[in-house]
């Protein structure tokens, strides 16, 4: 397994970009997906496969993957995107499946 | 409407056991692999196991290994996970998880989840 390592907090102004990184140790880096955690609340899905946008998910969130790090970026933020923002992806055999520590995003 | 619904966690002893359910309901449940998870209070996410549509295939997170087991009944559209001998750092809200094809795989992605239910590890 390998680890994932995240910024563990992120601060923007309402309607400025928010960007949040995810780097591996390993190479090469499968896909990432990302998921967005509302305080109290269970995980939601914003981003599959390193850049999809599940359906019901907002056009201002999207990723990208330069390959060894992944980002999630929310343009035009907005005071309900304040949340939990978790990176996973998963060894090349999908044995194991691994998360990054979070990223605390505050909506200022 | 997709929906996972756990159930089972409660307040155990060190040492003891505790059987989790997931009851889904809305999507073709044998279609689809499925996951726990696991967030101990205050910390980040944390995966835990993953088994196949038809069950044949699991896979569990180091820490668990030998102590977990997950399991499936499609007739009925259940998720299990049996956790023995259970440790203080096991306490935790545990979510079921809705992969996205039958088969496990790198690529697998989880577009639903549960509200999870909360495990105790105490004396």
């Known amino acids: 397994s390998y680890e994932l390592t995240q910024p563990p907090s992120v601060s923007v102004s309402p309607g400025q970009t928010a960007r949040i990184t995810c780097s591996a140790d390993?190479?090469?880096?499968?896909?990432a997906y990302w998921y967005q955690q509302k305080s109290g609340q269970a995980p939601v899905l914003v981003v599959y496969k390193d850049s999809e946008r599940p359906s019901g998910i907002p056009e201002r969130f999207s990723g990208s993957n330069s390959g060894t790090t992944v980002t999630l970026t929310i343009s035009g933020v907005q005071a309900e995107d304040e949340a939990d923002y978790y990176c996973q992806s998963a060894d090349s055999s999908g044995t194991y499946r691994v998360f990054g520590g979070g990223t605390k995003l505050t909506v200022l | 409407e997709v929906q996972l619904v756990e159930s089972g966690g409660g307040l155990v002893q060190p040492g003891g056991s505790l059987r989790l359910s997931c009851a889904a309901s809305g999507f073709t449940f044998r279609s689809f692999a499925m996951s726990w998870f696991r967030q101990a209070p205050g910390k980040g996410l944390e995966w835990v196991s993953i088994i196949s549509g038809s069950g044949g295939t699991t896979y569990y997170a180091d820490a668990v290994k030998g102590r977990f087991t997950i399991s499936r009944d499609n007739s009925k559209n259940i998720l299990y996970l049996q956790m023995n001998s259970l440790r203080a750092d096991d306490t935790a809200v545990y979510y079921c998880?809705?992969?996205?094809?039958?088969?496990?795989?790198?690529?697998?992605?989880?577009?639903?989840w549960g509200q999870g239910t909360l495990v105790t590890v105490s004396s």
């Open positions: 390993a190479l090469p880096m499968q896909y």
């Open positions: 998880a809705k992969g996205d094809v039958v088969v496990v795989v790198a690529a697998n992605w989880f577009d639903t």
